[in-house]
T-cell receptor, first 116, second 114 residues
Framework: GAGVSQTPSNKVTEKGKYVELRCDPI?????LYWYRQSLGQGPEFLIY????????DSGLPNDRFFAVRPEGSVSTLKIQRTERGDSAVYLC??????????????FGSGTRLTVV | AQTVTQSQPEMSVQEAETVTLSCTYD???????LFWYKQPPSRQMILVIR??????QNATENRFSVNFQKAAKSFSLKISDSQLGDAAMYFC???????????FGTGTSLTVIP
């Protein structure tokens, strides 16, 4: 696609439920990143994929958070037993393997998750 | 650990005037990258300008320029001839030379007054 697509744009869920957030990166981008942006904060790194594998998952806050990218394209961020503190905007970004990283580092418009 | 601090939660500027947004950071690295990103209400983060720490010359992109003071670990953004479309959240960010993640500040909300 022309840009990074994230669905849904907004998601409201009840405390304790399971949610999945989807990211469709730019075609051909091998690197994919997830960030979490809480209210009044800057984005915070969660996880980075190179191809199908998670190259760095050091930002995942706990074992309720998990992400996959089975075919090296679309990625899904999964959150189990959601808590009110999980409410945030979840941003996805992708980049090509070659070239200056930041010039190809494209963000999506995020999913706003609200846990009630 | 790398930290990025933006001490101005909100700023405002008259249309066509100049405004400067402040940013300081902490790192033990000698070489790294610094960035300013713009986040409009659409939520998409848009790269405004970047600076390599090993370059002494301040980066410039059209109406946007930076004042990079490496010893002071300061990295401010100057917006000249402000336009209504410049209204947004602005985030200062840091990245190591080899790292893949950005470290962002808490942002400055810029209002442009017609």
């Amino acid at each position: 696609g022309a840009g990074v697509s994230q669905t849904p744009s907004n998601k409201v869920t009840e405390k304790g439920k399971y949610v999945e957030l989807r990211c469709d990166p730019i075609s051909g981008h091998t690197a994919l990143y997830w960030y979490r942006q809480s209210l009044g904060q800057g984005p915070e790194f969660l996880i980075y994929f190179q191809g199908t594998g998670a190259a760095d998952d050091s930002g995942l806050p706990n074992d309720r958070f998990f992400a996959v990218r089975p075919e090296g394209s679309v990625s899904t961020l999964k959150i189990q037993r959601t808590e009110r503190g999980d409410s945030a905007v979840y941003l996805c970004a992708s980049s090509p393997t070659t070239g200056p990283l930041e010039y190809g580092y494209t963000f999506g418009s995020g999913t706003r998750l609200t846990v009630v | 650990a790398q930290t990025v601090t933006q001490s101005q939660p909100e700023m405002s500027v008259q249309e066509a005037e100049t405004v400067t947004l402040s940013c300081t950071y902490d790192t033990s690295e000698s070489d790294y990258y610094l960035f300013w990103y713009k986040q409009p209400p659409s939520r998409q983060m848009i790269l405004v300008i970047r600076q390599e720490a090993y370059k002494q010359q301040n980066a410039t992109e059209n109406r946007f320029s930076v004042n990079f003071q490496k010893a002071a670990k300061s990295f401010s953004l100057k917006i000249s001839d402000s336009q209504l479309g410049d209204a947004a959240m602005y985030f200062c960010a840091y990245r190591t030379l080899t790292g893949n993640q950005f470290y962002f500040g808490t942002g400055t909300s810029l209002t442009v007054i017609p």
